[in-house]
């Protein structure tokens, strides 16, 4: 579906906002060898069909052209395109919609929103498509393995004051793993380290210092080797509860990266991570009412 003109006059396509790309200063003949080299990938006749799709616009609604002269210190917009983009094949659920929010269940493997190889197989993607509303926003994130809630506000002008709630923690989140059981370990304990980026970029890892992350670790219910935990992080940093619970010796089953492995493997839809975004509340900023909302989804301990 298209809408009205978004960034860059272009429209959203297809529940996809255009992408941008600042320009430097340089001496490119043309826009066309800029983002052919810009973007070794994407290959320049790739670059000369959306030019002649009208795909490629300056910040100021001017398409860009085969041999349009270069200019620094702008902005393009253009769509993304993935060649084959695989189906996830599960569904997320719209929980609840108001003219504020939309609260979304969404299911393991699916991204929240559009990076790497995924595009339209993306919660914000589909949200856009399923709903007709183009100016939905994700006011936060979880890990593409996590299952469970993520909150989207539908007005720009709102957004910032949502998306305040999480930078100054005034929000309530609760989740909920599958991890073994170490009756060594005294509950409800209390973790706060200092978390880095580690190698590969897409892992973190504690490091000594002082703490910037914070999760409460409570103990649910025991079955045989497993237990169940309720996962309550003060703090939001990348990957922090699956980083929490393998330091605490208690990886999150069907983990696929902590403890850390040579190499990723692939996902196994037979095998998603054990980790749900359980509930949420907070006083919403906007209308003053109290929200809490709770995901349908569940974790099986066999």
């Not at 490119?28 to 320049?44: K, Q």
């Not at 917009?77 to 969404?106: N, T």
């Amino acid at each position: 579906m298209s809408s009205s003109p978004a960034c860059g006059g272009l429209p959203t396509r297809h529940g996809v906002s255009p992408s941008c790309v600042g320009l430097p200063a340089g001496h490119w003949p043309t826009f066309t060898d800029f983002l052919a080299e810009r973007f070794p990938a994407i290959g320049r006749a790739v670059w000369l069909e959306r030019m002649a799709a009208g795909l490629v616009a300056d910040e100021f609604g001017a398409l860009v052209t085969a041999q349009r002269p270069y200019r620094g210190h702008m902005r393009l917009y253009y769509y993304r395109a993935l060649p084959a983009e695989p189906r996830i094949p599960f569904e997320a659920a719209v929980l609840y919609q108001d003219a504020h929010l939309v609260v979304a269940d969404k299911p393991h493997f699916l991204p929240v929103t559009p990076s790497g190889h995924y595009l339209q197989e993306t919660l914000l993607v589909r949200l856009k498509n399923q709903l007709g509303i183009d100016s939905l926003a994700p006011i936060h994130r979880i890990d593409r393995e996590t299952a469970g809630l993520v909150l989207f506000s539908i007005k720009p002008a709102e957004r910032d004051a949502y998306q305040a709630l999480f930078r100054q923690h005034d929000i309530s989140k609760h989740y909920q793993a599958i991890a073994p059981w170490r009756p060594d370990l005294r509950f409800p304990l209390r973790r706060q380290t200092r978390i880095v980026p580690d190698e590969p970029f897409f892992r973190q890892r504690e490091v000594p210092g002082e703490p910037n992350s914070d999760t409460h670790v409570e103990l649910l219910e025991v079955k045989g080797e497993l237990a169940r935990y309720a996962l309550s992080p003060v703090t939001g940093k990348k990957h922090q509860l699956r980083v929490h619970m393998n330091a605490l010796g208690l990886p999150i089953l069907n983990d696929r990266m902590y403890p850390p492995v040579a190499v990723t493997p692939d996902d196994d839809h037979a095998r998603p991570l054990q980790l749900l975004a359980r509930s949420i509340a907070f006083i919403d900023p906007v209308t003053g009412r109290a929200r809490e909302f709770e995901s349908q989804l569940a974790l099986r301990l066999d």
